[in-house]
């Protein structure tokens, strides 16, 4: 079906079925789109396992892709799963009518805090952030020019090493749920205003709610105000996020989450 080399498992289950590729930005990785499975293929990693251990665990919990296969061959996984139908919650439509996208935020937000965490087999508190936030500055691998621009430099923090340095004398108290890990509009799909998927799930575990709060509104923030799409949509105020949720912002907690995900 391609050049592409696949274990015996992985091909028999999509045999000759028609797909399209598309390269998902990362270095040796690709994701093959079929009518109702995607493969993607990718460096074999520690991220892609609890992925797919999440994706497991996650099945009549929550709308996520199901994992029909995963094998592992030459150092690549290969991942293949279910297909979720459904527009990006940043798609124009939901951008052009922001209390539809509001209340779709807020359900999808209150589904991943209803599920019980008891048995969640993948951990996301402050200990393990911090500790890969760590690994990261040590080895040089915090991108300074993708931060916000007002977090390093004059009037922020020296270097990722001061930022990390501020980040764990200043940990704020915890409230675990199950947290998405990476909850920003692209990662939601919506189908006539409700959720109808999760995706991209390789951070998602027992984390505390604000950290999903808080990429939340950074997303909204910036979808809204043109720094993603280029688009500027008027008369926007993210903090109707909290309306839509029926809480109170913390804004301690909302900027320390924030700033924690500049390691990543």
Partial sequence: MTNITLPKKIEELISDKPYTLSDIGMSGSQVLMFEDMVLKIEKRSDYVEKQVRIMKWLEEKLPAPKVLAFEIMEEKSFLLMSRVYGDMACSEYYLEHPKVLLKALAEALKMMWALDIADCPNLRD?????????????????????????????????????????????????????????????????????????????DAGVGDKWRDIALCYRSLKHNFDGTFGGKVYEDFNPDMLFEALGIEPDWEKLNYYILLDELF
């Fill in 126 to 202: 402050l200990d393990t952030e911090l500790a890969e936030g760590k690994y990261r500055v040590e080895n040089g691998l915090v991108d300074v020019e993708d931060a916000e621009p007002t977090t390093f430099g004059e009037g922020g923090f020296e270097s990722p090493a001061h930022l990390l340095q501020w980040l764990e004398e200043n940990r704020p108290e915890q409230e675990p749920v199950f947290s998405h890990g990476d909850f920003c509009l692209p990662n939601v799909l919506l189908v006539d205003g409700e959720v109808s998927g999760f995706i991209d799930l390789g």
